[in-house]
C-alpha cells in the first residue's frame, strides 16, 4: 500500500477552516467519520490528543504530522488537510502550519504505522513537494502530488 491510497482524495480538504490546533483535529475527524461511519469520533480525537500532548506533531516548517493508533480504525487512514490562512497548532519552531497529514491506525498495527510515518516524513522534507501540495486546487490534483512524489521515492529505495 502507499500513501496515495491512504490519502484518497475523499479524505483531503482544501480550504480547511479551522484556526488552531483543536479545531484542525475536530475538522479533519469529523472529515473521516463523514467517509467511515463505523468510526468512533471521540475516541479519535481522544487518540490524537494524548499523542499531541506529548509533544507537538508541528514538526516541520508550515507542516504537521498528528497520528495515533486506536481500536476504531480497522485499517489505516489518513485524512490531509491543506489551509490557505495558517493554523496556530503551536508547532515547534513557531509557526502558522499550512498542511496537515494525519495518519490513524489500527492498535495492532504499529509495524504498518511506523513505515508510514517514516515514508511521510522523507517526502515532506523536500520543498518542492510542500510547494506542489500547497498550489493544487481539487483534492484529486492532491492526491496525484502524492503519487508522483512517492513514485519518485520508491524508485530510489
Known sequence: MFLYN???????????????????FEEMVDLLCQNRKNVDRREILDVIRK??????????????????KSTTIDAIHGILGISRKGIDYD????????????????LVDSEEHLRFLKRLALLVENPDFYSDIIA?????????????YEDIYIASE
Request: aromatic share 10%; charged share 25%; proline share 9%.
Open 51 to 68: 499523542r499531541e500532548y506529548k509533544m507537538s506533531t508541528g514538526i516541520y516548517t508550515g507542516i504537521a504530522i498528528p497520528h495515533g
Open 91 to 106: 508547532a515547534l519552531d513557531g509557526k502558522p502550519v499550512y498542511l496537515v497529514f494525519m495518519l490513524l491506525a489500527p
Open 6 to 24: 491512504i490519502f484518497p482524495p475523499e479524505f483531503i480538504k482544501i480550504g480547511l477552516e479551522a484556526e488552531d490546533k483543536e479545531e484542525v
Open 136 to 148: 493544487q486546487k481539487n483534492p484529486r490534483d492532491v492526491n496525484g502530488i502524492l503519487k508522483k
